[in-house]
């Protein structure tokens, strides 16, 4: 029934019924609706005889009901209200799922005994297919509201009712169920159509809010999830300062009590310093600094960052952040000391001398006391430097390497001590921390130390016995626990004399050294290196390297000037040069094969150039042009092959689908 249908005519509904079931004649003033409906119902029902009705068993509508909870228990009190507004009126107020089956009803007693007798109770389906035409099974099929009157019905015994529904609809615009009015067909009115609209909107207006307020609910939940899982300081203001929420980290660090803190003011606890403590008054304000905090008349050193929260342009509050310096500092080492794992048992060797240096190295792990690497350059005294630590107690700590020599002279003293924030004109305007605070919990090797100025000596040597270190232009001393390993490839004593070296750190250092001796004195070691080389070497590139005897006597030959580092370097050039894995004399540099009758013995001096064309060419040869493969194994960086590429003309794309022809058959 349509609103403008109004005044109902029952007895011309009754006719139209009449004609319809009996010649199956459609009256074109039928609601649009209700035709297509007793169309539908006509070849599955008998409408003059009573519906077989379908109704639920209880545990299983239990069930059906347990599944729609939240809107049974959402639209309960809308029918209850309403009942109350409509009490005596004669209205059964039921709700449906989106199969028409009853979930629940409500209405005076009287009404209610006569609709259950006629099926409008819980567990009673009342589609389409089971009652005929009726509002409640027209809603949830045509999604849209439905009044059926007396006649329009397509079963007889539902002739003396009207049915009003309207659709529920889920958050994803499907049909959930229906809310319905079921009275006698005299009392039929237009506004009960708009009281069920009303309902069902209000139920669906109050699912999104419940909805909404489970997804805040998460949100805040997960937020809190987030700010637990982080292992610093985190404190959540409004825009008024006040704290509205910490993590655990805040309060056990602060040492605040979070039912004491929240909803007050954060200057109540602590106090920032003057740069945060003015942003909390700029609703722009971004900053991370290193600083000092106030906590209940405590200071606090660490890392903090303030941070506006805004919407648009509407300012929400601020991200209060912090960690102590000693975490900080432990995360920056880890940064940027993160190296392979070495031990003692990977220094290549079987000599006496390097097995006596890796018992004196064994021995210098078990204590925390400085060590002093003596040596050539190239003996590996870095490598041997990082063994030590890894052997020690302090294995789990940063291990910092610092080349003295590598830094200006007016910068160590800043690298190695830090500085406070504004103490030089140019100088950093934050506080930056020193290596040695950086290496707190680890080990810090200063290479080639005897570069070091005096007056920076003498800072080491008060770190070494005190453990505490002051910052240029700090006023305070820090506690740092650091191992210090040093290394020099120099007379330390001559430069002792000569004044240009401290004694008293000397002596310190000296206690425990540690002489790493010439390759030239082991000779013996060199077929364990170069062992050691080729592995590495395997693992880079995939390809398995080998040496001839008459080139390992060459290089067990040669004085190796540069010690181990330059054998690390002739072999790898060596394993560029070599076409099939084998490395022998034509490979090796002219200084070393030094005049033998070998292949090109007698050929004139070539260009640098030349040479380096030629092993470029190799390698593409070699690795079908792969640029990567052939960067690793000529020892260059991508960016840098590139340019030798493009300066000798050479495509890497033309080697890409050749093929090496191995030589076979050699011998070691």
């Given at each position: 029934m349509q609103p403008w249908a109004y005044p109902v005519d029952l007895s011309a509904l009754r006719a139209?019924?009449?004609?319809?079931?009996?010649?199956?004649?459609?009256?074109?003033?039928?609601?649009?609706?209700?035709?297509?409906?007793?169309?539908?119902?006509?070849?599955?029902?008998?409408?003059?005889?009573?519906?077989?009705?379908?109704?639920?068993?209880?545990?299983?509508?239990?069930?059906?009901?347990?599944?729609?909870?939240?809107?049974?228990?959402?639209?309960?009190?809308?029918?209850?209200?309403?009942?109350?507004?409509?009490?005596?009126?004669?209205?059964?107020?039921?709700?449906?799922?989106?199969?028409?089956?009853?979930?629940?009803?409500?209405?005076?007693?009287?009404?209610?005994?006569?609709?259950?007798?006629?099926?409008?109770?819980?567990?009673?389906?009342?589609?389409?297919?089971?009652?005929?035409?009726?509002?409640?099974?027209?809603?949830?099929?045509?999604?849209?509201?439905?009044?059926?009157?007396?006649?329009?019905?397509?079963?007889a015994l539902y002739h003396p009712w009207t049915t009003t529904a309207a659709p529920i609809y889920d958050l994803d615009g499907q049909p959930l169920g229906a809310i319905g009015v079921m009275a006698p067909a005299e009392r039929a009115q237009p506004d009960t159509l708009g009281m069920v609209m009303a309902a069902a909107r209000a139920i669906e207006n109050q699912l999104q809010a419940t909805a909404n307020l489970q997804e805040n609910h998460q949100l805040l939940a997960e937020l809190q999830a987030i700010l637990e899982a982080m292992d610093q300081v985190v404190l959540v203001l409004d825009a008024r300062g006040r704290v509205m929420r910490l993590n655990r980290t805040a309060a056990s660090v602060l040492g605040l009590d979070p039912s004491g803190i929240l909803g007050?003011?954060?200057?109540?606890?602590?106090?920032?310093?003057?740069?945060?403590?003015d942003g909390l008054s700029d609703p722009q304000f971004h900053r991370e600094a290193e600083g000092t905090m106030i906590v209940d008349g405590a200071p606090l050193e660490g890392w903090l960052g303030l941070h506006a929260v805004t919407e648009g342009r509407r300012h929400l509050g601020f991200v209060l952040t912090f960690r102590r310096s000693e975490q900080v500092h432990r995360m920056v080492a880890r940064l940027v000391g993160a190296?392979?794992?070495?031990?003692?048992?990977d220094i290549p060797g079987r000599s006496r001398s390097i097995q006596q240096v890796r018992q004196q190295a064994r021995a210098a792990a078990r204590t925390s006391l400085p060590v002093l690497l003596l040596g050539e350059p190239g003996t590996g005294k870095g490598v041997l430097a990082r063994a030590i630590h890894n052997a020690s107690i302090r294995a789990s700590g940063p291990f910092l390497a610092v080349s003295c020599r590598a830094i200006p002279r007016e910068l160590l003293a800043m690298e190695l001590l830090g500085v406070e924030g504004g103490t030089?004109?140019?100088?950093?305007?934050?506080?930056?921390?020193?290596?040695?605070?950086?290496?707190?919990?680890?080990?810090?090797?200063?290479?080639?130390?005897?570069?070091?100025?005096?007056?920076?000596?003498?800072?080491?040597?008060?770190?070494?016995?005190?453990?505490?270190?002051?910052?240029?232009?700090?006023?305070?001393?820090?506690?740092?626990?650091?191992?210090?390993?040093?290394?020099?490839?120099?007379?330390?004593?001559?430069?002792?004399?000569?004044?240009?070296?401290?004694?008293?750190?000397?002596?310190?250092?000296?206690?425990?050294?540690?002489?790493?001796?010439?390759?030239?004195?082991?000779?013996?070691?060199?077929?364990?290196?170069?062992?050691?080389?080729?592995?590495?070497?395997?693992?880079?590139?995939?390809?398995?390297?080998r040496i001839t005897e008459a080139a390992m006597q060459r290089l067990k030959t040669y004085p190796w000037p540069g010690n181990v580092r330059e054998l690390e370097n002739v072999l790898e050039r060596a394993a560029a040069l070599s076409e099939d894995g084998w490395i022998d004399l034509p490979q090796l540099p002219e200084r070393i094969v030094g005049g033998l009758d070998v292949e090109r013995s007698a050929e004139a001096i070539r260009p640098v150039e030349e040479l380096e064309r030629e092993a470029i060419l190799r390698a593409a040869a070699q690795y079908h042009g792969r640029v990567t493969a052939m960067a690793s194994a000529l020892g260059l960086s991508r960016t840098t092959l590139w340019r030798r590429l493009k300066r000798y003309g050479i495509s890497p794309a033309a080697f890409r689908a050749g093929r090496d022809h191995r030589r076979r058959g050699r011998t070691r």
């Open positions: 139209r019924w009449q004609r319809f079931v009996t010649a199956r004649q459609l009256d074109p003033a039928l609601d649009p609706l209700v035709a297509a409906s007793w169309a539908r119902c006509f070849p599955r029902l008998n409408p003059h005889a009573a519906p077989v009705l379908t109704c639920l068993d209880e545990p299983t509508l239990e069930r059906v009901r347990l599944t729609l909870f939240d809107l049974i228990a959402t639209a309960r009190p809308l029918m209850e209200d309403l009942h109350q507004f409509t009490e005596g009126s004669g209205l059964a107020i039921a709700l449906f799922d989106g199969a028409a089956c009853v979930l629940d009803v409500l209405g005076d007693p009287e009404i209610m005994r006569t609709a259950e007798a006629v099926g409008l109770r819980p567990g009673v389906y009342w589609s389409e297919g089971h009652v005929g035409t009726n509002a409640f099974a027209l809603a949830l099929l045509e999604r849209t509201p439905a009044q059926v009157v007396g006649a329009e019905h397509f079963v007050r003011p954060l200057t109540d606890h602590l106090r920032l310093p003057p740069a945060f403590q190296q392979a794992h070495m031990t003692l048992a030089f004109r140019n100088g950093p305007t934050e506080g930056r921390p020193g290596k040695f605070e950086l290496a707190h919990g680890g080990t810090l090797y200063l290479d080639e130390i005897e570069a070091l100025p005096l007056e920076v000596q003498a800072a080491i040597l008060r770190i070494l016995e005190t453990g505490e270190v002051m910052r240029l232009g700090g006023l305070r001393p820090i506690r740092v626990d650091v191992r210090l390993i040093a290394s020099s490839s120099v007379d330390l004593k001559r430069l002792v004399a000569e004044g240009h070296f401290r004694a008293d750190l000397y002596h310190l250092l000296a206690s425990t050294a540690i002489y790493v001796p010439p390759l030239r004195e082991r000779p013996e070691d060199i077929p364990l290196i170069a062992e050691a080389v080729f592995r590495r070497l395997r693992r880079e590139s995939g390809r398995t390297y």
